[in-house]
């Protein structure tokens, strides 16, 4: 965890009662910190954008006015929010994802995850609960985040390790996003030939824990533990990080 992205968001939700607790309002966090307008444009290429000036602090958020992407949406305004905290009153930005440094694009992004889902809340709300499912989406929907951003939370704040899979039918299953993985790991887990036929096989059938979901994993197949939820379009594995782990071949 960032610890300056963590003091921030704090002394945040002590000031503002938009921020006080989730879900934060963080329109009403953003407008209190000075911004004049935050505008949706479906054409936008990056995610997100802060126009910052002297006189002036606007942001503009990809997308449009429908509730599809609306936990993605909230937390680039956070995102966003981030930049304009590292900001000086006195300069002209223009902060794009595109165009700034590592460094500055991932404290930005903790501190989206600290305004939204806040440590202590998270710690005391959910550290009795199961690392299932049904535990990151009930998380998901109290904060109205994201599950990822809520699963890389609950891996954070109370010391689960896990990952989070998802795919979409198209036709066949494609591998969507992930959340969690280590960066070792990063491109390394892929879909196998037999992870359609299992993802089929639990269609409708719930959440559901099986020991043998096959996966690439660095190029080498593997069958995995992994709970399952399988609701077309979409599905979902939450998978322990042990099981992702390369095998030590003596």
């Known amino acids: 965890m960032n610890d300056l992205a963590e003091r ?3 002394a945040l939700r002590a000031q503002m009662p938009a921020a006080a607790a989730p879900p934060v309002d963080v329109a009403g966090v953003a407008h209190e910190l000075g911004v004049h307008e935050i505008r949706l444009d479906p054409d936008l290429v990056e995610d997100g954008r ?8 606007v942001i503009i958020i990809r997308g449009d006015r429908q509730l599809r992407g609306r936990a993605r949406r909230r937390f680039t305004l956070a995102h966003e929010v981030g930049h304009l905290l590292l900001a000086r009153p006195d300069e002209t930005l223009l902060a794009r994802r595109d165009w700034n440094d590592d460094r500055t694009e991932r404290f930005c992004d903790d501190f989206a995850a600290a305004l939204l889902l806040p440590r202590q809340w998270v ?4 550290r009795h609960h199961p690392p299932v499912l049904a535990t990151v989406r009930c998380l998901a929907e109290r904060t109205r985040t994201s599950l990822a951003a809520s699963l890389v939370r609950l891996n954070e704040v109370l010391g689960w390790s896990c990952a989070l899979i998802h795919w979409r039918y198209d036709t066949t299953w494609r591998m969507g996003f992930h959340a969690g993985l280590p960066r070792s790991l990063h491109g390394r887990v892929r879909s196998d030939v037999s992870t359609m036929g299992v993802l089929d096989s639990c269609a409708g059938t719930g959440d559901v824990v099986i020991d ?3 996966l690439l994993v660095a190029n080498r197949s593997r069958l995995v533990r992994a709970e399952l939820s399988v609701r077309r379009p979409s599905a979902l594995a939450l998978i322990p990080l042990s099981s992702l782990r390369p095998v030590e071949h003596h």
């Open 8 to 10: 921030f968001a704090e």
């Open 50 to 57: 802060l126009e910052h000036s002297a006189e002036l602090s």
């Open 123 to 126: 710690g005391e709300t959910y």
């Open 212 to 214: 043998g979901l096959p």
